[in-house]
């Protein structure tokens, strides 16, 4: 973990405010909510960052919030030590691929009218489609075969490799992983959580994982932050929070994790 | 899709709309085929006569043969229909796209104009601007489909708002792609269906509003033809000379069933949840 950190980091959020427009009486009054308050936390090249919490608890916010998808109310985000905030559309358009989020709904990440192979050509340049192509289904485990399907004929764990590969073939350094096996059967969670330990190695991924499931950011975190109504309770490498919990909410998620 | 004939027998909204219009269809590809008669060809000693075997459908004041008046006439209506609704979706469809995926202060103006455009009473201002202007096919085609694209736009809103917060179109954007090709590549082949369905129901509605302008002496000028004219022709003693209205005014109901009945079945097979 030092040898990490003192590399410079590929994710930097600074006390990130994200804040969600409420109606209230009967819509003649507009109200924020805040969803993230005051969050800060640095991601390191080549570890995993988890963010552990229940529904609604703000960490989806906080991928938003990194893909530029809602603005922030206060704080920066750095990506490269390139402030996201201030970049124009179109240099944020072009950085981009680096930043790509695997998302919980793995039944509308794909779009419903495209064949596999359609979606791979959209992000593959003509030269190399074939021969990406082969490698990018079999390092998800995926047969040629699938190319011809629509989203709509995959089982769930096909479509969650099928967007898995697709996310690699743009070459990203940070993948976001919002809840990436929560709607899996076990089997299949374990195969993708696998498949997600081994991309990293072998693709050198840096990970920002979010769930609410413990025994998943065990398997994969390096590092893990605990967050609850918007606000990080504390951050800890894996092991120390594990043996050495600073706060009660977080003791309440290891034993519900141990007794389950 | 299940547009094609041969899944549409199931759905009896649309057989019986592919039917009914496929009869006019073949009456307009083929009437030219079945009558030697022209469509503007006068000849005043055979005024207003009743059907007969030299004229299938009789003739009008002039002399003029109806069956080939119908046939032409028919021509132009559904050319002015067709051109005029695919202006209207071209426009609402790119209007109702972009509006809806830029949102903010870009959606809140365009639609406050399309609630202006549709406060109008579409029929009258239509009546003012073919009235003043020099009356043409072009022009008619035009004012019609300027006033026809904001129920377009609506709907073609309503669905983009549905779709641009789904995770494929998430992703589209996460993976660096422009807002036109997000917009015409992945959330327009996912509302062809309200678009279609909207279409083929607005090609009808723009066939009564052609046949009420032509009716008025407003749409299309003598000595070109319409359904309307046809039926304005037989206005005087519509009992008397029966066979200028009654034809005119058969075609004119079967082409609009026709269309509403394709519309309805395309809706049903689309969104089932929708039909009744």
Redesign the interface.
Known sequence: MNSTRQKQPILEVNSLQVEYPVNNSGGFRRKNKPAVIDVSFKIFPGECFAIVGESGCGKSSIIEAI?G?VQAKRGSILFENQDLSKLSPWSF?????L???V?Q?YN???????RIGDIFK??LPVHLRDSQTDQLLASVGLSREILNYFPHQLSGGQKQRV?LA?ALS?NPTLLLLDEPVTSQDLSVAVQIVELLISLRKTNNLTFLLVSHNLSIVQLLADRVAVMKNGQFLEQQPLAQLLSDPRHNYTKTIINQTVAS | MKILPSNALKNRSLSSGYAAIGLVFLFLLLGPLLTPNNHTSQDLSVSLQAPSASHWVGTDYYGRDVFARLVYGGRITWLVAIAATLIAVCIGTIIGLFSAYRGGWIDLVVMRLVDVMLAFPKLFVVLLIVGLGASSINLLIWVLALFSWMEIARIIRSEVMSQKNRTYIKSARALGFGTPRILFKHVLPNILGPIIVSSVLLISTIILVESGLSFLGLGIQAPNASWGSILNDGKIDPLGTWWLSVPAGLLILTTVTGFNLIGDGLQQLFDPKKSL
């Open positions: 893909l998808f358009r072009k950085l981009r691929p930043i790509q989020p998302f709904d509308q990440a794909l779009n419903p009218r495209m959209e992000t967007v697709r743009v």
